[in-house]
């Protein structure tokens, strides 16, 4: 899960960073390249392989819109990480079998 966080954590700084209009509008490739079978984004970036291959063809607005979709997964993935080691409160004050 830290790799998911460190991962959230450097597209929430370029996102941050491409709010600005008129400035260059940076890869969020962050040297992990992996599909997740499930989710079918890659581990590193959260970007679809769609988003990838049209990437250097995309106009800034179109690279700030992925941008946006970037941090809306990444947050969704911390919170699904988040919810499968914590489960809830009733779940975990549950008793167990007894024997």
Known sequence: MN???NASKIIATYADY???RGQFVP????SVCL????????DGCFRTLD???AWSAMDDDGKRGVWQ??????SEAISE??????????????????A
């Open 3 to 5: 790799a998911l966080i």
């Open 69 to 74: 979709s970037l941090v809306r997964r990444a």
């Open 51 to 53: 988003e990838i291959a």
């Open 35 to 42: 599909m997740g079978p499930a989710s079918q984004l890659c």
């Open 27 to 30: 890869s969020p490739c962050v």
């Open 81 to 98: 990480a988040k919810s499968a080691t914590n489960p809830p409160r009733e779940l975990a004050a549950a008793p167990g079998p007894r």
């Open 18 to 20: 491409t709010r600005a």
